[in-house]
């Protein structure tokens, strides 16, 4: 199972403030999130670490 990661842990694995990253996020730059429950979202961990690792190129390979 995938482990999925609230925005505390993608903020600590990223280093990106709350805002930056729903504005990326919003223009297509960051890893989409997913809902989890009623009022909670996630994001994907290997997702975020592939991010963390390779920035926007991520984004543009096709693994978000």
Same mark, same amino acid.
Not at 12 to 21: K, Q
Not at 26 to 29: D, L, N, R, S, Y
Not at 59 to 64: E, R, T
């Given at each position: +199972?995938?482990?999925i990661? &609230?925005? $505390? !842990?993608v903020i600590?694995? #990223?280093?990106?403030?709350?805002? #930056?990253?729903y504005? !990326?996020e919003? $223009? *297509? %730059?960051f890893? $989409? $999130? +997913?809902?989890?429950?009623k *009022?909670?979202?996630?994001?994907? %961990? %290997?997702?975020?670490?592939?991010?963390?690792?390779?920035?926007?190129?991520c984004? &543009?390979? *096709?693994?978000?």
């Open positions: +199972m995938k482990k990661l &609230n925005i $505390k !842990q600590e694995i #990223t280093g990106l403030s709350r805002a #930056t990253i504005r !990326q919003a $223009k *297509g %730059e890893p $989409k $999130k +997913m809902p989890i429950s *009022g909670r979202v996630g994001w994907p %961990e %290997e997702a975020i670490r592939e991010f963390a690792e390779h920035g926007m190129s984004s &543009n390979s *096709g693994l978000i």
